[in-house]
């Protein structure tokens, strides 16, 4: 997938994060249990529950793909 993604479908940028869509969900439900639950946003890392809910639904959202 990696490879066709950069070699013929001109990819420039993957970023990675290990976790699932029910977490990211539990910790928009439950943030006092999840403070410490960081992800990647664009290019840095951030803390899920400090980051808007828009971008918090944006990253659940893309976390698991299907083929």
């Known amino acids: ?3 066709t993604f950069f070699n013929r479908l001109g990819g420039f ?7 699932s ?7 928009q439900l439950h ?3 999840r403070r ?4 990647r ?15 918090q639904y944006d990253i659940s959202d893309r976390t698991e793909q299907t083929i």
């Open 36 to 39: 410490d639950l960081i992800v």
């Open 21 to 27: 869509r029910y977490t990211l969900r539990d910790a």
């Open 1 to 3: 997938m990696l490879r």
């Open 13 to 19: 940028h993957v970023q990675y994060n290990v976790v």
């Open 31 to 33: 943030p006092e249990s």
């Open 41 to 55: 946003v664009a290019g840095y890392s951030a803390l899920f529950n400090v980051l808007s809910r828009k971008t």
